[in-house]
């Protein structure tokens, strides 16, 4: 009889290497961030300065009883009487000490705006994506696992529907089919206060992140439901069906974890579009957020608003993209010896 050969336990010298291979990995990683990071300075500093336009003229015309003494404020505070290559270079750091200037609608300092307006998108977008990602994967998994069968035919043709519609619309529907929920703002003025408010917010949120949930869910079930039927005629699968496995043992304990790699990566972009994926639906609901925020400084438009609301969105998609190479070394074992 042949003695089986067990595998034998990682040594603390295994560990050790794969600590020293991951240094150059994250080091590769953080080098094309700081590249994108870079880059996306370059195009904000070309959308917002060098295009042929005087945000000067549109001051002046905004407010036509300005003083010569104010132009020539606004026109130093602006950096007009600098070349474009030091604005550059001031808009540069003054980007990384998180200054962006000041609103010109709002007259406060564009970093403020942008840290009041964050946590009411991320409350929106964060609790919309989490139920997408449930429930997607939840039909996606069922549905792959029986291709055909009429949960996957009305699952997958439903939230087909959905991906298809425009945000701004469904939205309007809703508001027409659930007219008993409110319908702007995050919470109703002189509303009460402690646990009451909470429940205030949550009724207001009904509409918009049943609207966000609606549109996006249909990316997670559809990437998870064509991982799982890839998986189907895997021979480890046959192996775990032939040791006697239940048929849910053998899919949420072998099929589920390798089909999940694909969904990881839409996940993270899914994140990193956090904040930029709700400007039409915070727009439609009027939810005090950074989408609402874009739309509103869109309409004078407000130039160094806009400047740090394109450095905000960029900065979070390179970041949920640095985060998605990392937990997906650690997920996929193919991408460890890269």
């Known amino acids: 009889m042949t003695a089986t050969t067990l595998p034998e336990p990682r040594s603390a010298g295994d560990r050790a290497s794969g600590a020293s291979a991951f240094l150059p990995y994250l080091a590769r990683k953080l080098a094309g961030a700081v590249a994108s990071f870079i880059a996306l300075l370059v195009v904000g500093y070309a959308i917002f300065n060098l295009i042929p336009s005087n945000p000067l003229e549109a001051e002046v015309r905004m407010h036509p009883n300005i003083s010569p003494a104010q132009v020539a404020f606004l026109r130093q505070q602006m950096g007009l009487n600098e070349s474009p290559l030091q604005r550059f270079g001031t808009f540069v750091a003054n980007t990384l000490q998180g200054h962006f200037g000041f609103s010109w609608q709002y007259q406060e300092p564009v970093s403020s705006l942008l840290a009041q307006s964050a946590g009411p998108t991320l409350l929106l977008t964060g609790t919309a994506t989490v ?63 402690g646990f009451g408010h909470v429940l205030d917010v949550a009724g207001h949120m009904v509409l918009p992140c049943l609207t966000l949930t609606l549109v996006i869910y249909a990316q997670f079930l559809m990437v998870m439901r064509s991982s799982m039927v890839d998986e189907l005629g895997s021979p480890y699968l046959l192996t775990a069906r032939a040791k006697g496995l239940r048929d849910d043992d053998v899919r949420s304990r072998h ?40 739309y509103q400084a869109l309409k004078i438009p407000d130039l160094p608003l806009l400047e740090g609301l394109f450095v905000v969105f960029g900065a979070s998609v390179i970041m949920m993209n640095l985060l998605a190479d990392i937990v997906y070394r650690f997920l996929d074992p193919r991408v460890r010896h890269q």
């Open 131 to 193: 139920l997408a990602i449930v429930v997607g994967m939840w039909l996606g998994i069922r549905g792959g696992w029986r291709p055909g069968s009429l949960l996957d035919r009305t699952s997958s043709g439903v939230s087909l529907a959905f991906w298809s519609m425009s945000p701004p619309w469904l939205g309007l529907m809703l508001l027409v089919l659930l007219p008993f929920f409110p319908s702007g703002g995050m919470s109703t003025p002189g509303g009460p206060a």
């Open 255 to 294: 099929a589920v974890p390798n089909a999940m790699l694909p969904t990881v990566t839409v996940i993270f972009m899914q994140l990193g579009l956090l904040v930029t994926g709700a400007i039409t639906v915070e727009s439609v609901f009027s939810w005090p957020g950074l989408g609402f925020l874009t």
